[in-house]
């Protein structure tokens, strides 16, 4: 599975919407998402890469398996672990 142009807007917009204090999310949520980043932290398959632009080398961490950016991703409620790590969040009390 690669990386979904949905996954990258919901992560987006759930970011940005925590930094604006637009929304908060529920307390089942904030547990979904640390439960996501605790699995991907013990997983073999997050690999660190280095990447340089302007004579800056960075350190990031990839999904080995959909190629996305972590932690990014795990703020996607709607996405789920390409081989079934963890699964989509449910938002419907969150969405009105
Ligand atoms: S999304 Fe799944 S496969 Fe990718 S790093 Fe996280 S747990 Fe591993």
């Known amino acids: ?21 637009k929304k908060s999310d529920t307390p089942e949520m904030e547990k979904a998402f640390l439960d996501r980043i605790e699995k ?3 997983c073999n398959d997050l690999k660190e890469k280095k990447i340089k632009a302007i004579n800056i080398e ?4 990839i999904c080995n398996q959909c190629k996305c950016i972590f932690p990014y991703f795990v703020f996607a409620h709607r996405k789920k672990c390409p081989i079934g790590k963890w699964g989509p969040i449910n938002t419907d009390q969150t969405d009105t």
């Open 1 to 21: 599975m690669l990386v979904s142009l949905r996954d990258i807007s919901d992560s987006l917009l759930n970011q940005l919407s925590k930094l604006l204090n």
């Open 40 to 42: 991907c932290l013990s």
């Open 58 to 61: 960075k350190a990031i961490k």
